[in-house]
């Protein structure tokens, strides 16, 4: 009985059964080389114009934000129907405000040392929570003001009509000139009337 064997040629140890004629392999199902480096460049140029997009949205937004919440200081055009300056909240240190017509201007919470207020309008103006330390508001019409709160010490308010004007909380009068001013019908704390009654002349 024989049989037949087919005879398979023997391995060579030296011949390679394929040969790689480039390094770069494609495999089923894997994009070539070539697909793979545009595939790249494509997420590459999203990524940059992405970033570009969220910064320029960023910058934007913070405009919007700086142009919305803006100061109240720096907002604040006035005070009252009359003078266009800014002067609610603001360091006015040695100002000269004198023979100004600044009926209901609004001088809340500045800082107005030394401020020169001699002769001015001051109807119905509110100085609430002000620093007036050495400020000269002789001659001036302080009718209805709004003392709340504010340091008066060491102004000059001699001659000043102070008639209706609103003091409480902790207004301070003390060291100031108050000869001749008028304090009619001006709500004081105990201290301060008495203090303004043993240096009142006139």
């Keep these: 009985m024989s049989s037949e064997f087919t005879q398979i040629p023997p391995i060579s140890s030296t011949k390679p059964l394929f040969t790689l004629t480039n390094p770069l392999v494609s495999f089923p199902g894997h994009s070539s080389p070539q697909l793979l480096k545009c595939q790249i460049k494509s997420q ?3 990524l940059f114009s992405l ?41 006015l240190t040695g100002k000269d405000f004198s023979g100004k017509t600044l009926i209901k201007q609004d001088f809340k919470t500045s800082i107005l040392r030394q401020a020169n207020f001699k002769g001015a309008k001051l109807l119905g103006a509110s100085f609430f929570d002000a620093d007036l330390t050495g400020a000269d508001l002789s001659d001036a019409d302080l009718r209805s003001a709004d003392f709340s709160l504010a340091n008066v010490t ?8 102070l008639e209706g004007a609103l003091a409480t909380g ?9 000869t001749g001013a008028d304090f009619t019908d001006v709500p004081l704390r105990d201290d301060q009337r008495e ?4 240096v009142a002349d006139g």
Excluded at 154 to 161: D, E, G, T
Excluded at 170 to 178: K, L
Excluded at 195 to 198: D, E, G, H, I, Q
């Design 51 to 91: 970033c570009e997009s969220v910064t320029k949205t960023s910058l934007l937004a913070l405009v919007s934000a700086s142009l919305f919440f803006v100061d109240p200081a720096l907002a604040f055009k006035g005070g009252g129907p009359y003078g266009a300056e800014v002067t609610r909240g603001q360091d």
């Design 195 to 198: 203090y303004l009654c043993k």
């Design 44 to 46: 590459e140029n999203f």
């Design 154 to 161: 060491k102004a000059n308010l001699s001659n000043a009509n």
């Design 170 to 178: 902790n207004t301070s009068f003390r060291g100031s000139n108050i």
